[in-house]
Nanobody, 125 residues
Framework: VQLQASGGGLVQAGGSLRLSCAACGGTFSSYALGWFRQAPGKEREFVAVINWSGGRTYYLDSVKGRFTVSRDNAKNTVYLQMNSLKPEDTAVYYC???????????????????WGQGTQVTVSS
């Protein structure tokens, strides 16, 4: 399975971005899909996850109400809509796929089987 993340960029605080992650290969519709981020000098951090059907989602507390994860299984793509962006959201954002598919809460990075290459999000103040 190959994951290709895109949609990052430079945006002013309060602005919006939509990240996309397209998958090639595997059975995308059965996977749980997550978004992580890593800022310079910090560990990779869970941001959001969506289960195989799209019926369950979980978020990092600091992004709740601002970020929305969604998926389109027909397009083998997962999205992260980011609104009201803050400078502290600046990081490289990664998408990841967990072949288990069932989600009962945030999933740690070690549980994921496949990772995308990351896309840079920079929020200026």
């Amino acid at each position: 399975v190959q994951l290709q993340a895109s949609g990052g960029g430079l945006v002013q605080a309060g602005g919006s971005l939509r990240l996309s992650c397209a998958a090639c290969g595997g059975t995308f519709s059965s996977y749980a899909l997550g978004w992580f981020r890593q800022a310079p000098g910090k560990e990779r951090e869970f941001v959001a996850v969506i289960n195989w059907s799209g019926g369950r989602t979980y978020y990092l507390d600091s992004v709740k109400g601002r970020f929305t994860v969604s998926r389109d299984n027909a397009k083998n793509t997962v999205y992260l809509q980011m609104n009201s962006l803050k400078p502290e959201d600046t990081a490289v954002y990664y998408c990841a796929a967990d072949t288990y598919g069932v989600v009962d809460g945030p999933i740690g990075p070690d549980e994921y089987d496949y990772w995308g290459q990351g896309t840079q999000v920079t929020v200026s103040s």
